[in-house]
């Protein structure tokens, strides 16, 4: 077996969802409550800013108020103690995986940090912004959620792919794999030669192009698969 000294793990809802944050596409999940269309888009905030911010307020002051669970925990305990490069690569906005002391390249933005529309400006948000926030380098009334909405590119991207394409092991936790360009990354590393695994609480749209499978929450199934990685 080809031995592993690089990592690239992604992350999505589902490992959040056992600290009590709502996944997005499962029944009852985010998107059966907000149209994607209101709440999501550039053109949600153009037509109705104070909506937009108050969905994201709300989701801000819930993952303040949330803690890592057991696959956060493991997570960052991989990332301190294997002898190689762990890169997390995470969907998720919580910054759950910070919270459990790891680090994590967050390809959707961060619910903590702020940008400016008119000249891209990050600061770190306060814990409700308002359509009257201002940029505190240009001043203009443009503050808007330092998140990806749909239709917009993911952050770090270059450097993501780059990783992909150089390591000897990809997984993926808790991701639906619906959403591209991250449910194309299992098979970028595939074509690089890495092995490929997915834990996830059920079948992905993706799951056919993994190697292996783990199934169950990710609470019980990520210390493990973290500790054999670690023997």
Not at 67 to 82: E, G, M, Y
Not at 201 to 206: E, G, K, N, Q, V
């Amino acid at each position: 077996m080809k031995r592993i000294n690089r990592i690239v793990i992604l992350t999505g809802a589902g490992i959040s969802a056992e600290s009590g944050l709502g996944t997005f596409r499962d029944e009852g999940g985010l998107w059966a409550q907000h149209r994607i269309e209101d709440v999501a888009t550039p053109e949600a905030f153009e037509r109705d800013p104070a909506l937009v911010h108050r969905f994201y307020n709300a989701r801000r002051i819930q993952a303040a108020d949330a803690s890592p669970n057991a696959a956060h925990d493991a997570l960052a305990r991989l990332q301190v103690t294997f002898s190689g490069e762990v890169m997390i690569v995470t969907q998720n906005v919580d910054g759950l995986h910070e919270k459990a002391g790891g680090t994590a390249v967050h390809m959707h933005g961060e619910l903590s940090r702020a940008l400016c529309a008119a000249c891209d400006h990050r600061w770190d948000a306060p814990s409700e912004m308002s359509v009257d926030e201002t940029c505190p380098s240009c001043t203009a009334p443009s503050a808007r959620p330092d998140i990806v909405w749909f239709g917009e590119m993911p952050y770090h991207m270059e450097r993501i792919i780059d990783a992909l394409h150089s390591c000897d092991l990809f997984a993926a936790i808790g991701t639906s794999g619906q959403v591209y360009p991250a449910a194309g990354f299992v098979e970028e590393a595939r074509m690089a030669g890495a092995a490929t695994i997915e834990l996830n609480l059920r079948d992905s749209d993706m799951s056919y192009a993994f190697e292996d499978h783990i199934t169950g929450p990710a609470s019980k199934t990520v210390p493990t698969w973290v500790d054999r990685l670690l023997s």
